[in-house]
């Protein structure tokens, strides 16, 4: 699943490439068509690079946990 949503992530981020582009209006059909698509594909990228973020953090935190010595701060990164 992972595989698929960065494939999405790709797709959205080459339409949106090709959106900012000085010629995409030059064919209306074609930059609606784009545009639908970003539309249909943002939510679903956006939720999955927060996804992303927040396993980053949760390793990222993990690692802090698994080499703290001191108390205090175990307890923090356990929050």
Request: glycine share 2%.
């Given at each position: 699943?992972?595989?698929?949503?960065?494939?999405?992530?790709?797709?959205?981020?080459?339409?949106?490439?090709?959106?900012?582009q000085p010629d995409?209006?030059?064919?209306?059909?074609?930059?609606?068509?784009?545009?639908?698509?970003?539309?249909?594909?943002?939510?679903?990228?956006?939720?999955?690079?927060?996804?992303?973020?927040?396993?980053?953090?949760?390793?990222?935190?993990?690692?802090?946990?698994?080499?703290?010595?001191?108390?205090?701060?175990?307890?923090?990164?356990?929050?």
């Amino acid at each position: 699943m992972d595989e698929q949503l960065r494939l999405l992530a790709a797709k959205y981020e080459e339409l949106e490439a090709r959106s900012m582009q000085p010629d995409f209006y030059a064919d209306p059909a074609a930059a609606a068509s784009v545009g639908r698509e970003l539309r249909r594909l943002e939510p679903l990228v956006k939720a999955w690079r927060r996804q992303q973020a927040v396993r980053r953090e949760l390793a990222d935190l993990q690692e802090l946990l698994a080499g703290e010595e001191d108390p205090a701060l175990r307890e923090l990164a356990k929050e």
